[in-house]
């Protein structure tokens, strides 16, 4: 028996004439209160007034629940035939406003073309006489089975010397391998490479925990500009980046094809312990949780910025923590601070190691801030934010 694979959770419009079997067959694959059916919509509005204006009241309530639901990120399927292009505009729209994927699942021949004009990000033919298994697949941030312990580690940025120090204050056990505490899994917030002098070190270290389900680690801003770099895109070798790629032109081809597919690997952000926990480079708002779109990843990447730069040639980057409210707590990095800056809900672990701070971790669920100095300054902030810079 086939099967299909499907986002969980996502916007699902199935597309086709309308018959029975069709109905029987999303009633046969779903559960009923995951289904938003026209007829059901058109049912509530038929003593409202004529035809015409009932039909448009109906697709309005079947947009209006849709929403509702996507909201809250809920799988949610549309059961609406003979809707045109322009009928769908709206539930493609809704899918972009909360950043979860539209897809269609078409009966009969698709125009996969066309679809992806309307804005599907995925098409999936189907045969209501073809017996089919649908398996639900968990969005990449979603390791809200993972409760911990966990050691929250800050930017590494190539400080490999500092990284074992850290690993040894907090318990690892440093042989040939990286041995963590029994039960407890490394999560890394991004930012690996670039300024430091051992990055490859870096890498080779977080990849080997990696393997062993002993780490995690999200995409930080650095570490997705190597990637574009070792893709063949064109990226500046700017901010210690040709540092990286000089050290990674060192090591061997098969070193760079697992840095490659490692890097590409790397999701946005986390929800682990059951939603109590999020972990994003850059920090992420609460209505940006467990979603994945380009959105939530350019959030995740680089945090809340205006679009302009200021004098230095830096982003203007606003205060999201500020504004945040949300039960789980976000830990994050990015922005050099000259101690873990808690703020509502949120934590930033960038204690600017390469820049002559410290590398900091946070363990969870003790809340408890564990980090190492710098044994020295690697490269020279653009913005001082250490209190001997300000003096000096």
């Not at 952000?269 to 939603?275: K, N, P, Q, T």
Request: include cysteine; proline fraction near 7%; charged fraction near 20%.
């Amino acid at each position: 028996m086939p099967i299909l694979p499907l986002p969980d959770p996502a916007l699902l419009v199935l597309i086709g004439p309308h018959d029975a079997q069709r109905s029987a067959w999303a009633k046969a694959h779903f559960a009923a209160d995951e289904i938003v059916a026209l007829a059901d919509c058109r049912r509530l509005v038929a003593d409202e007034g004529e035809a015409a204006a009932a039909g448009r009241e109906a697709v309005a309530l079947l947009d209006d629940l849709v929403a509702r639901r996507l909201a809250v990120g809920s799988l949610t399927v549309v059961d609406a035939p003979h809707l045109t292009p322009g009928d769908r505009q709206p539930l493609v729209a809704l899918a972009k406003r909360y950043h979860l994927l539209p897809v269609a699942l078409v009966f009969g021949a698709p125009d996969p073309a066309a679809l992806a004009r309307e804005g599907f990000r995925r098409v999936l033919a189907l045969d209501t006489a073809q017996p089919v298994t649908l398996r639900r697949e968990p969005l990449p941030p979603n390791r809200r089975d993972l409760s911990g312990p966990f050691d929250l580690i800050g930017d590494v940025h190539g400080c490999f010397d500092e990284l074992l120090l850290l690993l040894e204050q907090l318990g690892y056990h440093l042989g040939e391998r990286v041995t963590p505490p029994p039960g407890r899994t490394a999560v890394f917030v991004g930012d690996l490479v670039d300024r430091g002098p051992r990055a490859t070190a870096v890498l080779a270290l977080v990849m080997g925990l990696a393997a062993e389900s002993a780490a995690l680690c999200v995409a930080g801003n650095h570490d997705n500009k190597l990637l574009r770099q070792m893709q063949g895109r064109h990226v500046h070798l700017t901010h210690g980046l040709a540092e990286s790629v000089a050290q990674l032109a060192r090591e061997t081809p098969e070193f760079r094809a697992r840095v490659l597919a490692f890097l590409g690997g790397l999701t946005s952000h986390y929800v682990l312990d059951s939603g109590r926990l999020v972990v994003a480079h850059g920090g992420l708002k609460e209505s940006l949780h467990g979603r994945d779109d380009l959105a939530v990843r350019e959030f995740s990447l680089y945090g809340a910025t205006t679009g302009a730069t200021d004098a230095l040639g830096l982003p203007v980057r606003l205060n999201w923590a500020a504004d945040y409210h949300g039960a789980a707590l976000v830990v994050y990095g990015h922005t050099p601070v000259a101690e873990p800056l808690w703020q509502n809900n949120t934590v930033n672990l960038d204690t600017g190691c390469v820049f002559g701070g410290r590398l900091s971790a946070l363990r969870y669920p003790e809340r408890q801030i564990v980090a190492v100095p710098a044994l020295r300054r690697y490269a020279e902030p653009r913005r001082p934010f250490l209190p001997s810079d300000s003096q000096g």
